[in-house]
């Protein structure tokens, strides 16, 4: 069974476990060098009650972890997110970015947040067909912004508006 939470400090470790994953074997995350704890830290800090961090566990085991960090630090954007989500590779394809995904939806909804920004990399389908699926709507592409594994790679933007 699957159950979803509110991250706390003493999920940090694995949070950044299952980052540092992503970044050595993924294109979903554009960092190139792993992170340490005391980087993840001062991320960690910068999250609050409108932009929360949320775990997925298994068994009691952290298998996943979802985020709405700020967009911007410019006032005009305080009511729009930034949408992070990562599944262990062994625990994707069972639902648990699901249960992420729209739990930080309602998460964003109750923070009283107006727009949530997705950035999905060329080539994940699943993401983005996960993303329509909870009514996020493309707005754009980014050419070539990214460069990882050798490779110039396109950036999708998606886009989820509470109550249009």
Same mark, same amino acid.
Request: charged share 25%; with cysteine; aromatic share 8%.
């Given at each position: 069974? /699957?159950?979803? =939470?509110?991250?706390?400090?003493?999920?940090?470790?694995?949070?950044?476990?299952? $980052?540092?994953?992503?970044?050595?074997?993924?294109? @979903?995350?554009? %960092?190139?060098?792993?992170?340490? #704890?005391?980087?993840?830290? @001062?991320?960690?800090? %910068?999250?609050?009650?409108?932009?929360? /961090? #949320?775990?997925?566990?298994?068994?009691? /085991?952290?298998?996943?972890?979802?985020? #709405?960090?700020?967009?911007? %630090? =410019?006032?005009?954007?305080?009511?729009?997110?930034? *949408?992070?989500?990562?599944? *262990?590779?062994?625990?994707?394809?069972?639902?648990?970015? =699901?249960?992420? *995904?729209?739990?930080?939806?309602?998460?964003?909804?109750?923070?009283? *947040? !107006?727009?949530?920004?997705?950035?999905?990399?060329?080539?994940?389908?699943?993401? /983005? !067909?996960?993303?329509?699926?909870?009514?996020?709507?493309?707005?754009?592409?980014?050419?070539?912004?990214?460069?990882?594994?050798?490779?110039?790679?396109?950036?999708?933007?998606?886009?989820?508006? $509470?109550?249009?």
């Amino acid at each position: 069974m /699957i159950t979803i =939470r509110q991250a706390t400090l003493e999920d940090l470790e694995t949070i950044t476990e299952i $980052y540092n994953e992503a970044i050595l074997k993924t294109v @979903a995350t554009f %960092d190139t060098q792993l992170k340490t #704890l005391e980087e993840q830290k @001062a991320w960690f800090m %910068d999250h609050g009650p409108k932009n929360p /961090i #949320l775990i997925a566990e298994k068994d009691r /085991i952290i298998v996943g972890w979802a985020a #709405l960090s700020e967009w911007s %630090d =410019r006032c005009a954007y305080s009511d729009t997110a930034e *949408l992070s989500l990562y599944v *262990l590779e062994e625990n994707q394809g069972r639902g648990i970015g =699901r249960k992420l *995904l729209e739990a930080s939806i309602q998460e964003g909804e109750k923070a009283g *947040l !107006h727009t949530v920004i997705a950035r999905i990399t060329e080539g994940n389908e699943a993401s /983005i !067909h996960l993303h329509e699926s909870v009514g996020f709507f493309h707005i754009g592409i980014m050419k070539e912004v990214g460069l990882k594994f050798g490779k110039r790679l396109d950036v999708y933007l998606m886009q989820k508006i $509470y109550n249009p």
